[in-house]
């Protein structure tokens, strides 16, 4: 797990080393851009594929736990500067395609506000017409205790319609009913259920 820090260092290096390539300044440019927002997603999309079958609960230093912090670090660029995914909304629809070749499922017409910010880009599971208020953080894992340290790893779902108030919180596993509009600072926890403006408690 040590060496796998090094993933978000030879990332900004890979970026980097693209404009001392030879050829015109356009050219070194794209092959950045290239290498910033395109060379994680490989790696990114492909363990994310293998983690579909992987159970909500994985216990640290497993196959399944290493193969997601492969993914996460594949990450780690986007989350300490935040500004790369803020040029990317810039753009509509870009960003929902981006996060598309993560793995998640985006559907139309969403609108990402300002500052929001995803910690598991290939974990989501959104609706059309999805708003976000500014400040959203939606966070498809969480290292909790049960008895055990494990990590909960799974989808936010966000159906058709619904609204997210500003600075909310979503963990792993949360479902958001289509059609809702949650409060401004609601804090989900993990395996959360939404629907008719309450938490819906899940059978035990």
């Keep these: 797990m040590l060496l796998l820090n090094l993933v978000p260092l030879l990332h900004l ?6 404009f001392f390539l030879p ?15 395109l060379l ?6 492909l363990l994310r594929e293998s983690l579909r079958r992987a159970p909500s609960r994985i216990p640290p230093g497993s196959g399944d736990f290493l ?4 993914v996460f670090q594949c990450q780690v660029v986007f989350l300490r500067f935040p500004a790369l995914e803020e040029i990317l909304r810039c753009i509509p629809g870009l960003y929902s395609l981006w996060l598309r070749l993560w793995g998640s499922r985006i559907g139309k ?3 990402w506000a300002p500052h929001t910010i995803i910690l598991d880009r290939g ?5 059309d017409h999805v708003v976000f208020g500014a400040g959203v953080r939606l966070n498809p894992h969480v290292m909790d205790r049960d008895g055990q340290v494990m990590l909960s790893l799974a989808p936010v779902t966000i159906g058709d319609g ?3 108030g500003g600075y909310s919180l979503l963990t792993a596993g949360t479902v958001i009913a289509a059609g809702e509009a949650t409060r401004a600072f609601l804090i989900c926890p993990p ?7 309450r938490r819906i408690r899940q059978p035990s």
């Design 109 to 111: 017409l969403t609108y």
């Design 162 to 164: 619904a609204m997210i």
């Design 40 to 45: 994680p997603v490989l790696p990114g999309r």
């Design 13 to 18: 290096a890979a970026t980097l080393g693209c």
């Design 67 to 70: 193969k997601w912090w492969v």
């Design 123 to 127: 974990f989501l599971d959104i609706g």
């Design 23 to 37: 050829g015109s300044w356009p050219l070194r440019v794209a092959c950045a851009a290239a290498a910033l927002y």
């Design 191 to 197: 395996f959360s259920t939404w629907k008719d403006g």
